[in-house]
């Protein structure tokens, strides 16, 4: 993309408005633009990060034997009287009434809508386990929506909900999610502490929130700070192994670590001083299990060898996408714009031209920008007549990994300066190793 043909709308000022840095930057470096409370429009820049993370999401949950669909964001209100959390969902749900004076409301949540296309389809045993999700909006009119996307109105989420046909597959059901979710977050470049949480309107007795720790999360959290410190890292992981599933959700929940809401001080106590940790987290996701609570009120049942009949035992399972993109700002950022890690940076590579209309340097941009492209990277390319100070602001601003400058001085030495937007180091290198330099850079990453 060439900046001259870009929709970037960004801006030096810090808004009065945003309370926490997340929020400041995506607002500076034009991603979103508020259109009411708790409600935005994402721009180009913005649409891009939050596109790479759905395509993660997806990936993870693909591995892991998940099917995607799509279920539409209105729904009937009748569905959510069978289950009885018309009434129960109280002011978060926005209400719709259509032109027949038919009830409806924008989908907060899916488990009914779900319930009832499994009810519809699935009869039998032998259909079971079932894991279905889909990533789309949802609107829940929160009482106090604040930090942007980080806690808006209307937000995208991954929901996906498992059918099985007993409480051990359930458990394995859930093991899969904890394990899936546990891969997303470390690939997008977030560490992700399971915790043991309550289970609020979903219901069910057995959940766990994922928690990124930053000092302006908004929730409240006690782990045993040995928790810290364990990641998948390369590990392979096979979705098929049900004993190997557990064994991993055990090394990853047995710590104590908990939040609010579910906190045990006595418990707690019992840790070494020096290990118990107090802080403060974003939620960018939960999972439930929580048995026949919705099949057995819509009476969604799978007839079973003998030809009894039997409620399916479920599960929810959800990741914040959107607010994953905030979540991801608070925890890569410094004093001069965003971090993006490779996974999910807008743009792999900045040019940045610093004699536009030279016609030797606009050649070599020229050449870098096609060569990146044509590897499937996507960089890019400040073509603007601008000053070099400026331009450099917007790339650590936007904060795209890599930045490239073609400048008279490199042109006349035959050498090309990269710079890394995280450790701030530079590499002089030969013009015709730079494109080879930036492939090599995201192996991986495209
Ligand atoms: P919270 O406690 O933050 O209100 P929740 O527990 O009600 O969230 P869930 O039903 O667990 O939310 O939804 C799954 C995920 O969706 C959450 O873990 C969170 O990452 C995200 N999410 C929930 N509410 C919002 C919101 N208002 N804005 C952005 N993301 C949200
Ligand atoms: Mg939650």
Redesign the pocket.
Known sequence: MRLTNYFLPISKEVPTDAQIVSHQLMLRSGMIKQSAS?IYSWLPLGLKVLQRVEKVVHEEQQKAGHLPMLMPTIQPAELWRESGRYEDYGKEMLRITDRHEREMLYG??NEELITDIFRSFIKSYKELPKTLYHIQW?F?D?VR?RFG?????E???K?GYSFDIDRPMAINAYNRHLVSYLKTYERLGLQAIPMR?DT???GGDYSH??LVLAKTG??KVFYDGASQHIKLGNEYVDYEDVGGLQRTVDRFTENYARTEETHDLSLFNQLPEERQVEARG?????I?YFGTKYSEAMDATVTLADGSKKLVEMGSH???????VGALIEAHHDEDGIVWPKAVTPFHVAIVNLKQGDTEIDKVCEQIYTGITAAGLDPLYDDREERAGAKFATMDLIGIPLRVTVGPRGIREGMIEVRCRSTRTVKELPINSVVDYCIEEFRGFE
């Open positions: 708790g907060p949540t949802k829940r929160e929506p996307i980080m806690r808006g109105r937000f995208l989420m929901d949480a609020g309107p979903i929130e994922f908004e929730s974003i939620e960018v996701g939960q439930f959800g990741i914040g996408v959107s607010r994953l």
